[in-house]
């Protein structure tokens, strides 16, 4: 296909990376995983201590929890940052890695060093694993930082695009793929902990309703010093666009209005022409052609605001995909008391998470409004919102049409017997050979038997099925509980 739109180059001198992957874990060992994460030099971060971040360059970026309290509204703050495992929240453990490793696709080679590993245990059973990376030095092409970025965050490669990437562990010359840095060399205790789909296999049984094979990007990069930073480069940033598998320039539009289109929806130019930030459902990119000495504070907000800004979006979108995943696999027939626990799941959500304003910041306010757009939140919310309580309405009319039939049905034999009544056959039951009275009843006699017997039955039946129901109410509601905190 014939290109209608040049793809200018830019090189990147320095860069910071987070690829964030979502993973649902078993919230009822949360205190056997907390002290896992420990026991493997995790540190539980708290917000009135400051958090650094190392780099290969020998610096540290500041993240202090003074900024991270005036960000976010008090009660948005109480959730992200607990002060203990035994409070509701996101409960976030730190390690510093510091490593380095090469990257070899095609006949591109890139040394990177892994600076941290944050694992944070979300409400809900979510739990997100973040990998945070610096490319090394040397300077790279827009191109191939984005092909980097494309390829390492597939856990399991699918397409032929997202295939070939090896990762070298220059320790012992081992070459490993994303899965295995992260769930054999990087975490190798998490995977007992992760729960799986028993409707499906591998890894990305986890979370069935999610996109979770890929992990979510986010970056800083850093550009030449007053480079010109074009529509092509911002839209192939929010695409993860680098190289085709030829390893020929990559842009997956040749229109430029629609790239135009696009970028009014995802660019965020508060800063331009020096500052640019990019937000979409793969990646969250901001650029500068500013010195990384003069952006210090801005590195710290995408190290701290905006990274939490970012994971309370994710968070929200995943859950309203697992709502709809959820109603979406229920028996009718079944799942009343399912129904209602996914009515007290979204109340639950929305009374202690959910928020359409999480920032005090003008900024923040803006960036939220982006991560709900390029996430789709608001429709997700009105679709589950309104599909659960149009459920929970037309089983509330079965079951009144139920009641109904129940009462009519115990009507007539309140009727009946109170016709014929039970004196009736009554006396013949009191002797033990009385069954060979039978033969002799008249018709309305065997009228008002078999209306004692079915009565009797169907009282039997009711009282049998009122505490079945009653206990397995209680043991869903049990269960649904544990998940709920």
Not at 284 to 306: A, I, W
């Amino acid at each position: 296909m014939q290109l209608t739109i040049p793809i200018n180059k830019l090189d990147i001198h320095h860069s910071h990376m987070s690829f964030t992957l979502p993973i649902r874990y078993d919230s009822m060992g949360k205190d056997d995983l907390a002290l896992t994460l420990k026991a493997n030099d995790y540190a539980f971060f708290q917000i009135d201590k400051s958090l650094s971040e190392g780099s290969v360059n020998e610096d540290e970026i500041s993240v202090t929890g003074k900024e991270l309290k005036q960000y976010f509204l008090p009660y948005i703050e109480d959730k992200l940052f607990p002060t203990s495992l035994d409070e509701n929240g996101f409960h976030r453990f730190t390690k510093s890695i510091m490593k380095r490793f090469e990257y070899k696709l095609r006949t591109i080679n890139m040394s990177f060093v892994i600076q941290s590993v944050d694992i944070i245990l979300g409400p809900f059973d979510i739990a997100f694993l973040t990998v945070k990376v610096q490319l090394d030095k040397q300077d790279h092409e827009l191109a191939d930082v984005l092909d980097f970025m494309h390829h390492f965050r597939a856990v399991e490669p699918q397409l032929v695009e997202e295939q070939g990437m090896l990762i070298i562990c220059p320790e012992n010359g081992n070459h490993l793929s994303i899965r295995h840095l992260l769930f054999e060399y990087l975490c190798p205790f998490l995977e007992k902990f992760i729960l799986h789909d028993d409707k499906s296999n591998g890894y990305s049984s986890s979370l069935p309703y999610f996109e979770d094979e890929r992990m979510y990007t986010t970056a800083f990069l850093f550009c030449q010093q007053d480079s010109l930073i074009t529509d092509d480069q911002l839209y192939r940033m929010g695409a993860l666009d680098g190289r085709l598998p030829n390893g020929q320039l990559f842009i997956s539009a040749n229109n430029p209005n629609y790239i135009q289109r696009s970028l009014n929806q995802s660019l965020h130019d508060r800063w331009a022409p020096n500052t640019y930030t990019v937000t979409t459902e793969h990646a969250f990119v901001t650029v500068t052609n500013c010195l990384p000495k003069d952006m210090s504070r801005e590195l710290s907000q995408y190290m701290g605001t905006h990274y939490y800004n970012f994971l309370l979006h994710y968070f929200y979108k995943i859950m309203l995909l697992r709502m709809s995943f959820e109603y979406s696999q229920i028996e009718w027939e079944k799942d009343e008391e399912y129904v209602k626990s996914l009515i007290k799941f979204i109340t639950l959500f929305s009374a202690g998470y959910y928020s359409q304003e999480v920032s005090t910041r003008s900024e923040g306010k803006e960036l939220s409004l982006m991560f709900r757009q390029a996430f789709n939140i608001d429709c997700l919310y009105k679709e589950v919102n309104t599909t659960l309580h149009e459920l929970y309405k037309s089983q509330e009319n079965q079951a009144s049409d139920k009641m109904n039939m129940l009462l009519f049905i115990l009507t007539i034999f309140t009727v009946i017997s109170g016709i014929y009544g039970m004196n009736l056959v009554i006396e013949d039951w009191e002797s033990p050979f009385g069954w060979r009275q039978f033969s002799s009843y008249t018709f309305f006699e065997w009228i008002s038997l078999v209306t004692a017997l079915s009565g009797i039955g169907l009282s039997a039946y009711l009282v049998v099925t009122t505490f079945g129901k009653m206990m397995m109410s209680k043991l869903r509601r049990k269960k649904s509980n544990s998940r709920m905190k």
